[in-house]
């Protein structure tokens, strides 16, 4: 069974810095892409930035010049670089495979809280 699992949410003040990490328990190469999508209270899962097999990119507007997202392949692992963070920003990031449409595929973990406030 796939499972993710996400870490390095936390709280932060706006215009601050934090490095998520989505450790996947299967080859990522399985996927078309890894994603990493958010959710905040009362709004829909939404996606964020995801990176394909080849390694090309492709960000939500909101985020574009600010997140980078990468991979490890030997690792299994996919990482979301989040700088000049917004209070807008504060969801639950979860990291899922996507397929070609970068929809989720539903092996998402428990999420990691991001918190932007002063």
């Known amino acids: 069974q796939v499972q993710m699992v996400e870490s390095g949410g936390g709280l932060v003040q706006p215009g601050g810095s934090l490095r998520l990490s989505c450790a996947s328990s299967?080859?990522?190469?399985?996927?078309?892409?890894m994603a990493w999508y958010r959710q905040a209270p009362g709004k829909q899962r939404e996606l964020v930035a995801a990176?394909?097999?080849?390694?090309?990119?492709i960000y939500a507007d909101s985020v574009k010049g600010r997140f980078t997202i990468s991979k490890d392949n030997t690792k299994k692992t996919v990482y979301l670089e989040m700088s000049n963070l917004k209070p807008e920003d504060t969801a639950i990031y979860y990291c899922d495979g996507a397929n070609r449409g970068f929809g989720p595929q539903g092996y998402w973990g428990q999420g990691t809280q991001v918190t932007v406030s002063s």
């Open positions: 299967t080859s990522i190469f399985t996927f078309y892409a």
């Open positions: 990176i394909t097999s080849d390694g090309i990119t």
